[in-house]
């Protein structure tokens, strides 16, 4: 099964991945060459630093790579769920007890960050929306227990 992802999700990491292509590995092999023109590399923090860092960014490349291959890209704006909530949609929640209010947009794996308000779609809040509507609610077992939330709004924003 193809991997949903949002257009923008794709975007993002389609810059990330050419970043990490055309500046950070050019800079880390340089800083690799740097380093080795100091000697003894046994002894040289500089190139073993950079020899990590570069496992890292190729590492991050061959990931990103194989998740954008495999993405089902999905345009958010052309939706037309309504109420509904499906993968793409922003739901503004409020919570039942506290009033507190609470925006995600429900994406794929790989671009959440609930920093931002991205959720990943396999996510237990994600996974409590799916298939409800605007004015639901959803019970949602959380580490501090369980949290009743109201569905007050869904969008489809792309």
């Not at 794929?108 to 396999?122: C, M, R, V």
């Not at 605007?134 to 227990?145: K, L, S, V, Y």
Request: hydrophobic share 40%.
């Amino acid at each position: 099964m193809r991997a949903p992802i949002t257009m923008k999700g794709a975007l993002r990491l389609r810059a990330e991945l050419e970043e990490l292509k055309s500046v950070k590995r050019p800079a880390v092999i340089n800083a690799i060459a740097e380093a080795r023109a100091h000697g003894d590399l046994k002894e040289n923090a500089e190139y073993h630093a950079a020899r990590e860092q570069q496992g890292f960014i190729e590492g991050r490349i061959k990931q990103l790579e194989a998740e954008l291959s495999h993405a089902q890209v999905i345009d958010v704006s052309s939706l037309n769920a309504g109420s509904r909530v499906v993968f793409g949609a922003t739901v503004e929640l409020v919570d039942v007890d506290t009033d507190e209010s609470k925006t995600y947009q429900i994406v794929g794996d790989l671009e959440a960050d609930i920093k931002q308000g991205w959720i990943a779609i396999s996510s237990p809040v994600a996974r409590a929306l799916i298939g409800k509507h605007e004015g639901d609610a959803i019970t949602i077992e959380a580490p501090g227990g369980t949290r009743e939330y109201e569905i007050v709004a869904v969008r489809y924003l792309g």
